[in-house]
């Protein structure tokens, strides 16, 4: 994306190291950008989104179908509010829904595989790589193992 003027950014995670990941890039990627985040009410997430826009999903999403179909709903119902120009997300579970509605809906989806994943993509990354705008890995054998992958380095 380019400029930051007028363009609206949906981060998506779940809470943890996934949400540690995405935050970290906050400053010096999105500073500019009016986003809102997506993730589980949960202490980590509470504490650093506390000046931001954010809405909570239902967890676990693990394998969960129930709370898959409950955050679809949610989805639907957040990004015809907010009008992302663009749905970013470390996963987990939570991040399917989504990307794949926020790119149905006119979004760039960006996925960002977890910097744990050095060998294989994780069960988001499955579901989400055909449809993505941009699918980025921070490993190089992984990039070397999937022609959509892009390596640029690691969030840390």
């Given at each position: 994306?380019?400029?930051?003027?007028?363009?609206?950014?949906?981060?998506?995670?779940?809470?943890?190291?996934?949400?540690?990941?995405l935050w970290s890039l906050s400053k010096p990627l999105w500073q500019n950008y009016d986003r809102v985040w997506v993730s589980f009410k949960k202490s980590d997430a509470e504490s650093l989104l506390k000046q931001e826009k954010i809405y909570w999903g239902h967890y676990p999403t693990n394998r969960n179908l129930?709370?898959?179909?409950?955050?679809?709903?949610?989805?639907?119902?957040?990004?015809?509010?907010?009008?992302?120009?663009?749905?970013?997300?470390?996963?987990?579970?939570?991040?399917?829904?989504?990307?794949?509605?926020?790119?149905?809906?006119?979004?760039?989806?960006?996925?960002?595989?977890?910097?744990?994943?050095?060998?294989?993509?994780?069960?988001?990354?499955?579901?989400?790589?055909?449809?993505?705008?941009?699918?980025?890995?921070?490993?190089?054998?992984?990039?070397?193992?999937?022609?959509?992958?892009?390596?640029?380095?690691?969030?840390?």
């Amino acid at each position: 994306m380019s400029s930051g003027e007028n363009k609206k950014i949906m981060l998506v995670c779940s809470s943890g190291g996934h949400l540690l990941q995405l935050w970290s890039l906050s400053k010096p990627l999105w500073q500019n950008y009016d986003r809102v985040w997506v993730s589980f009410k949960k202490s980590d997430a509470e504490s650093l989104l506390k000046q931001e826009k954010i809405y909570w999903g239902h967890y676990p999403t693990n394998r969960n179908l129930k709370n898959l179909a409950r955050n679809l709903v949610l989805a639907w119902k957040i990004l015809r509010v907010e009008r992302p120009d663009c749905v970013i997300s470390t996963g987990a579970g939570i991040a399917v829904p989504f990307l794949v509605l926020g790119k149905l809906l006119g979004a760039k989806s960006i996925y960002i595989e977890s910097f744990a994943r050095k060998s294989n993509i994780s069960l988001t990354g499955r579901l989400v790589y055909y449809f993505v705008d941009n699918f980025f890995v921070q490993s190089e054998q992984l990039a070397e193992r999937y022609n959509k992958a892009v390596y640029k380095g690691t969030i840390y």
